[in-house]
């Protein structure tokens, strides 16, 4: 047996073009989505995602600006950067690339943003929303993963989802968007005794751990759905996930590749996030 492949590449497209319909409205209502990136010092993988997320948004005609700052930026300035995009009308919404240099605190900067323009879904506020279901910004990776099941026509109430990995960004929302839509959801990490015996009984799993090779055939079950979250490199250097793909194809019924699989999905939901915001700020200014 060998696995039906789920094309993120494909499937990037379908909702980019329903996006762009979307935007075409608010445009028609003289808004044009904007979205602000902040990119501090020069982490090599930072400046690629930048320009490939730039990219995407100009190919949708959603407006974006780049703010590049030296490694030695202070806290204190990259604060009263956010502070004054927090105030701009035309800025529907901010990210600020991760990692940040060591001496920035990553909680404080991302609390700085207006909830209103946490498009990344990291803030406090739009995680608490989250985990009590309501209405907010998911955090991209974990939504691209659940709209291209929607896709897929993959059912997912009453599933076992296993999750690999339990990071703020991916591993923790990607769970709980799952338990919001009625799955079983098991959390597995860096200190899980016997990761196998988890991983087995999987019927979606989620891998987010960042190690190459981690799971193969011999880790799924028969006809399981594989999403692979993993951005490693192999020993020549090429891009592959924490997915042995040549091995896991023969048991799972349907995997991602890497690349090609979650990566454009999650460039995707930023997009998806920012004419959200922007649809929200119209609403809002009709209302009144
Ligand atoms: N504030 C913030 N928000 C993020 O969303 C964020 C971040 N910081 N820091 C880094 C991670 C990583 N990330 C990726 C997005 C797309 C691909 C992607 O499209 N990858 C392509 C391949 C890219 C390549 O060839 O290098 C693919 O899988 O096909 C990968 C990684 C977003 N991140």
């Known amino acids: ?72 930026l202070t806290q204190e300035e990259l604060v009263g950067k956010i502070e004054e995009l927090n105030e701009l009308d035309h800025i529907h919404g901010i990210l600020v690339q991760l990692p940040l240099p060591q001496h920035i605190n990553p909680i404080t900067i991302i609390e700085t943003i207006s909830p209103s323009k946490d498009v990344d879904g990291f803030h406090p506020v739009s995680i608490g929303k989250m985990v009590t279901n309501q209405d907010t910004f998911y955090s991209c990776t974990p939504l691209g993963i659940i709209k291209m099941l929607e896709y897929e026509k993959i059912d997912i109430k009453g599933k076992h989802v296993v999750i ?87 048991a799972a019924g349907k995997i991602t590749p890497v690349p090609g699989g979650v990566g454009p999905m999650t460039i995707t939901m930023l997009l998806y996030n920012t004419v959200k915001s922007a649809r929200w700020q119209l609403e809002n200014r009709q209302k009144r």
């Open 164 to 250: 690999l990995g339990r990071s703020n960004i991916v591993g923790k929302p990607a769970g709980q968007l799952f338990l919001n839509r009625d799955a079983t959801v098991t959390y597995c990490h860096s200190k899980t005794a016997n990761l196998t015996d988890y991983t087995k009984k999987a019927d979606i799993l989620v891998s987010a751990v960042g190690k190459a090779k981690l799971i193969g055939a011999g880790d799924i079950k028969k006809g399981a759905v594989v999403i692979d979250v993993g951005m490693n490199r192999d020993e020549a250097g090429r891009l592959c996930g924490d997915v042995d793909f040549e091995s896991a194809r023969e």
């Open 1 to 72: 047996m060998s696995a039906e492949l789920i094309d993120g590449r494909l499937i990037a497209d379908y909702y980019r073009e329903r996006l762009q319909e979307s935007i075409s409205e608010l445009k028609a209502n003289d808004v044009t989505p904007g979205l602000a990136v902040i990119l501090v010092g020069d982490n090599h993988a930072s400046h690629t995602y930048v320009k490939m997320k730039r990219k995407a948004c100009s190919k949708l005609g959603i407006h974006s600006e780049l703010y590049q700052f030296q490694e030695s």
